[in-house]
């Protein structure tokens, strides 16, 4: 009986993890001459900010800090921008430049931590408060597909 006890609390914890993981969290490009920062940070919950809005035809320097890496996170793939890296620990950048305006999403290396960009035409024009009021990093389907693959969670979740 305190084996299944044990069970329940876990698997109710996992949720608590997974629905804190894919909270919309929104981070806008920093502008400076012609590129445009971005800044995340990974921890074992997922990306930090989670949802980026950029401009489109500015150079994008994305600077990630890597600091509770594990199985599930330690590897991004936006494939809209033919993008596939590992995560180290500390600071780490990597550059692309987005050219048409639009959603595009980017994922650890097994699709189970959602992220997206949001690419507008101009940032100073965009309407931010309505874009973080509909923020949203849902992947369809279910939001950790193959998520057994990993080892980091119980087993079933």
Known sequence: MKKVIILILIGIAALFSLNAAQKAELGVADIQSDTQVIKMSVDRYGW???????????????????NELNGCNNGIVAQDFELK???????????????????????CHMNMIPGKFIVVDDLQKADIKMLEANANVNI???PMPGCTKCGSCPKGK
Request: proline share 7%.
């Open 85 to 107: 890296f590992d995560l180290t620990d500390g600071k780490q950048m990597q550059k692309f430049t987005p050219v048409s305006s639009g959603e595009y999403k980017f994922s």
């Open 140 to 142: 369809s389907g279910n």
């Open 48 to 66: 930090h900010p989670n949802i980026f809005v950029i401009q489109k035809d500015i150079p994008v320097v994305w600077e990630i800090e890597g």
